[in-house]
């Protein structure tokens, strides 16, 4: 039976009520498919998005709906047994590359404050999307790429971030058969590579999930907040002290918006250059609360040029934080190496292991390594 067939077959059977067991009517809808799957592929390059609508149809048309939406089964093992398509660690250096080419066409995007770089914005993609992990249910991460489904594009925590799913799309539609979840990570890998920062391992083979896997609001961290907050939020994640630390290092790249978060200002002197100035900052300026209209942040006080945001300011303002602070402010070699480590964690939390297509994470090259 042809694809279209199949996902024709699919729709008669999957929605006609009666046929569908009760659990199923609350899960994947028909306008959630309409809506937010990836159009059927073509033959050579297989979106797995499609291939899941496929397999749903192969399966559901051997009279499998029960099995599939009686909440007994993993739809995704159900695709992932039907699948056959692992494209080769070449083929995912050609969508880093591409990803890379795109962050610097950034032109004036953010307007006078043009970085000139997509690169901070993709990688506050990649983290917004695997953050929203919670270890005890084993629910959220970077698996379904859930932001596409709202209401999660339509978090407080995610505004902004529509600009970087758009570039993302740009890439899509190159190569239709990465999943979002793997592109939005591979984009994080390449905006920290690309932006002198440290290789982070990754590896593909997360799927393309639905609107019944979106998690609920208020999972990513509120800037306003402090230690106890970054604890609970993080703790919930699977982190630790050390590893929140090495994370909240990213703010050396990019700056708030006031029409995002209504935070304004970068953090950095070089927000489009990794390095540990993130640290050496915390330490070297003196931090004083801005005199604005807007919410509580922190300003230095010698050039009122740069930020820090409450929950930036309790990495050395909490005794157990402030001590890797300075052990990062004091050594770039160390905060890289665990910043790697940390974010190569990060990227895949909520992903089952046995989805990844290799046992061992790649170092994907940089441009830079491929010119010479
Ligand atoms: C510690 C808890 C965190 C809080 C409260 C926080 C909060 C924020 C806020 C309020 C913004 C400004 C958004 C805007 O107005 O455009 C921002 C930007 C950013 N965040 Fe975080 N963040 C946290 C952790 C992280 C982590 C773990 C990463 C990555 C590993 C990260 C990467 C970024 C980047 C790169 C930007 C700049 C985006 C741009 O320039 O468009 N943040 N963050």
Redesign the pocket.
């Known amino acids: 039976m042809s694809f279209s067939l199949l996902r024709a077959s699919f729709r008669r059977t999957a929605f006609r009520a009666a046929a569908v067991p009760r659990a199923a009517r609350n899960t994947p809808t028909r306008a959630a498919f309409r809506k937010y799957s990836t159009p059927p592929p073509a033959p050579e390059a297989k979106s797995n998005t499609g291939l899941i609508v496929g397999a749903l149809a192969a399966v559901v048309a051997g009279g499998g709906a029960y099995y599939l939406f009686s909440g007994n089964a993993d739809p995704v093992q159900a695709v992932k047994a039907a699948t056959k398509f692992t494209p080769t660690q070449e083929d995912y250096q050609k969508v880093y590359n591409k990803i890379a080419e795109i962050l610097d066409e950034a032109g004036d995007y953010?307007g006078d404050h043009a970085?000139g770089s997509y690169?901070?914005?993709i990688?506050?993609l990649?983290?917004h999307a695997s953050?929203t992990y919670d270890v005890a249910s084993n629910t959220g991460g970077s698996n379904y790429a859930t932001m596409r489904f709202e209401p999660e594009s339509l978090h407080g925590?995610n505004?902004?971030l529509d600009?970087?799913r758009g570039v993302m799309e740009k890439i899509k539609v190159q190569f239709p058969w990465i999943s979002y979840g793997d592109l939005w990570t591979l984009g994080?890998v390449a905006?920290v590579q690309e932006m002198a920062g440290p290789k982070v391992p990754w590896r593909p083979g997360r799927v393309d999930g639905f609107a019944e896997h979106v998690t609920p609001d208020g999972r990513?961290?509120?800037?306003s907040?402090g230690a106890a907050h970054?604890r609970a939020?993080?703790g919930r994640m699977g982190f630790n002290d050390q590893e929140?630390v090495a994370?909240?290092?990213?703010?050396a790249?990019?700056?708030?918006?006031?029409?995002?978060?209504?935070?304004?200002g970068?953090w950095t002197f070089s927000?489009t250059t990794l390095t540990n100035d993130y640290f050496k900052l915390l330490f070297s300026e003196s931090w004083v609360w801005k005199k604005w209209n807007g919410p509580k942040q922190l300003e230095d006080k010698q050039t009122k040029t740069l930020m820090m945001?409450p929950?930036?300011y309790v990495v050395i303002s909490d005794k157990s934080f402030k001590k890797f602070a300075k052990a990062y402010a004091d050594d770039n070699d160390l905060f890289f190496k665990d910043?790697s480590a940390?974010?190569a964690k990060?990227f895949e939390l909520g992903v089952p292991t046995q989805q990844f297509v290799a046992s061992e994470p790649w170092l994907m090259k940089t441009l830079d390594e491929q010119k010479k």
Not at 220 to 223: G, K, R, T
Not at 247 to 251: K, T, Y
Not at 253 to 264: I, M, Q, T, Y
């Open positions: 953010d970085h690169g901070p914005v990688l506050r990649a983290w953050g925590a505004a902004g600009v970087a994080g905006a990513l961290p509120d800037a907040q970054l939020i993080f929140i994370l909240s290092g990213a703010h790249l990019g700056r708030c918006h006031a029409d995002r978060s209504g935070f304004v970068p927000p945001l929950t930036d910043f940390v974010v990060l």
